[in-house]
């Protein structure tokens, strides 16, 4: 088994790029595994993407124009001018009116070229209202997690974001601690999250799939660990996943004794399970057994390392909130075991 537990969309990308890389070792392999990333900006899967993509590639091609014609010309003036007796100058052009006009007038017009179509697309990826139909979803970036709540579905989940494909999202963007920065390279787009400050981010999946993001700002110790991920299903997915996380939590009769260690142990100080406790500190773990990772998505939600993070969670993830509670190996196998069960 892979460390992602069944091979998901970014393992099989690395192994792609992997095999690529093993195959015709050359700059050509390093410059296409580079885009093969599931975290590359130019593998679009949004309106946002694709529109952002666009003013990059025609960037590119504007520079690489450039490139070519200064090259040119150097080359050209290179050859032509060459020294042909010692100490001969060619003639001097210094304070040419007409070069010298061109050459101000010729970036400005490249930089006009390049300014028309990138404020207009900053305000088609930033629409003042909502687009009609839009699922709203508020985002908070705390140290050093990702809360996801679906206000119109009562949904309130962490690090995995899902959102049903071909609608757009609207989303929310807010913190209660220090400023953290929201970013899918995929899917485009990246904003600050800024604490006493509303953000917003709106774009529309357009293709199934697991993408991965990561916070983009600076904000302390486990800010490399602050990962999430954005899960776009599918109409029937989409479906069945609202249906699940809006059930009440799953109890599991063989949980039972889990349930009780976690019931009088520090974590409902912190952690939301609906009808059991209410902690905003942590995040809601109602629905955490149907998570694909745990810890801010930093490790694969198995029983093995579930258990290994309730017993020392900043060995995990350095910094964490969360402390060691101190709990016996039985007590915190019980709680590892009442906590898969939440489905
Ligand atoms: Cu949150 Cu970096």
Known sequence: MSFYGAPSVEVKAAAAAARFRLRRRGLLSIV??????????????????????QIYGLIAWISLGIFVIVVGLLIYALVRYRERRPGELPRQIRGHSLLEIGWTIAPALVLLVIAIPTIQTIFR?????????????????????????????????????????????????????VIHSFWVPQLGGKRDVIPGRLNR??????????????????CGVSHANMRLRV?????EAWQAWVRLQQAPPAADAAATEGAAVFAKSACVGCHTV???????????????????????????????????????????KPGAKMPALGLSPAEARAVAGYLASLR
Not at 32 to 53: E, N
Not at 209 to 214: P, V
Request: with cysteine; hydrophobic share 45%; net charge negative.
């Open 32 to 53: 296409v595994a580079m885009w093969r990333t599931p975290m590359s900006t130019v593998l679009t899967k949004s309106d946002f993407g694709r529109a952002t993509d």
């Open 125 to 177: 990826t930033q629409p003042a209202v909502e687009p009609e139909g839009a699922l709203e979803v508020t985002v908070r970036g705390h140290q050093w997690w990702w809360e996801f709540s679906y206000p119109a579905l009562g949904i309130v989940t962490a690090n995995e974001l899902h959102l049903p494909l071909g609608r757009a999202a609207a989303l929310l963007l807010e913190g209660p601690d």
């Open 231 to 235: 899960i776009v299903d599918g109409t």
């Open 274 to 316: 609906r009808g059991v406790s209410a902690g905003v500190v942590g995040p809601d773990l109602t629905h955490f057994g149907s998570r694909r990772t745990l810890a801010a998505g930093l490790l694969p939600n198995t029983p093995a390392n579930l258990l290994a993070w309730i017993q020392d969670p900043p060995a995990v």
């Open 201 to 218: 981010l709106t774009f529309t999946p357009e293709a199934p799939g697991e993408y991965l993001g990561q916070c983009a700002e600076f």
